[in-house]
T-cell receptor, first 116, second 113 residues
Framework: DTEVTQTPKHLVMGMTNKKSLKCEQHMGHRAMYWYKQKAKKPPELMFVYSYEKLSINESVPSRFSPECPNSSLLNLHLHALQPEDSALYLC???????????????FGEGSRLTVL | QKEVEQDPGPLSVPEGAIVSLNCTYSNSAFQYFMWYRQYSRKGPELLMYTYSSGNKEDGRFTAQVDKSSKYISLFIRDSQPSDSATYLCAMSAGTGGYNKLIFGAGTRLAVHP
């Protein structure tokens, strides 16, 4: 079983709604990631947090707003999304180089988002 | 040219076959190499992790990295129907305090009884 927990597993929202995706890990990892995956495509990186600070934003539209309240939690706030934003949103975590090891990414099961 | 090339398949094999999955890459700075298995509608599951060149074995799975050829492989011995999934290669240079992975397209594998 994955040690990265994502909620909700499924989310349906209208284009005017505001919702949030949540991710939690208790492996002591200090790097956390949001990926977006469309059907039959590989995951695409959206954001990276390292030590609770945003390190990478891959030119993601502002209707996606990440937040890292602490080292174990990662949120993705959603507002005014478009139908083409429907996808599987994956959270991942990894060790940070400052711990002396840069390791594997561990993924959660994902949150399947449908925008109507 | 994509940084990581992977044949999307699909690849169909009989149960018990040896499966060979491959990726090529162009960035010589890559030094961390991973293989993930992804079942339909699930998150990617880490199968193998290799740093730099060499071989790594775990049960029925063997990962090989040839940095001189910029080529990585995953071998699955005695394949089972439960191995039917999409296999994603991923790699990174490991710069910075995090691991920015570049994924291949993924190869869909079907193992039939």
């Amino acid at each position: 079983d994955t040690e990265v927990t994502q909620t909700p597993k499924h989310l349906v929202m209208g284009m005017t709604n505001k919702k949030s995706l949540k991710c939690e890990q208790h492996m002591g990892h200090r790097a956390m990631y949001w990926y977006k995956q469309k059907a039959k495509k590989p995951p695409e990186l959206m954001f990276v947090y390292s030590y609770e600070k945003l390190s990478i934003n891959e030119s993601v539209p502002s209707r996606f707003s990440p937040e890292c309240p602490n080292s174990s939690l990662l949120n993705l706030h959603l507002h005014a999304l478009q139908p083409e934003d429907s996808a599987l949103y994956l959270c991942a975590s990894s060790q940070d180089r400052r711990t002396g090891k840069i390791g594997e990414l561990f993924f959660g099961e994902g949150s399947r988002l449908t925008v109507l | 040219q994509k940084e990581v090339e992977q044949d999307p398949g699909p690849l169909s094999v009989p149960e018990g076959a040896i499966v060979s999955l491959n990726c090529t890459y162009s960035n010589s700075a890559f030094q961390y190499f991973m293989w993930y298995r992804q079942y339909s509608r699930k998150g990617p599951e880490l199968l193998m992790y290799t740093y730099s060149s060499g071989n790594k074995e775990d049960g029925r799975f063997t990962a090989q990295v040839d940095k001189s050829s910029k080529y990585i492989s995953l071998f699955i011995r005695d394949s089972q129907p439960s191995d039917s999934a999409t296999y994603l290669c991923a790699m990174s240079a490991g710069t910075g305090g995090y691991n920015k992975l570049i994924f291949g397209a993924g190869t869909r594998l079907a193992v039939h009884p």
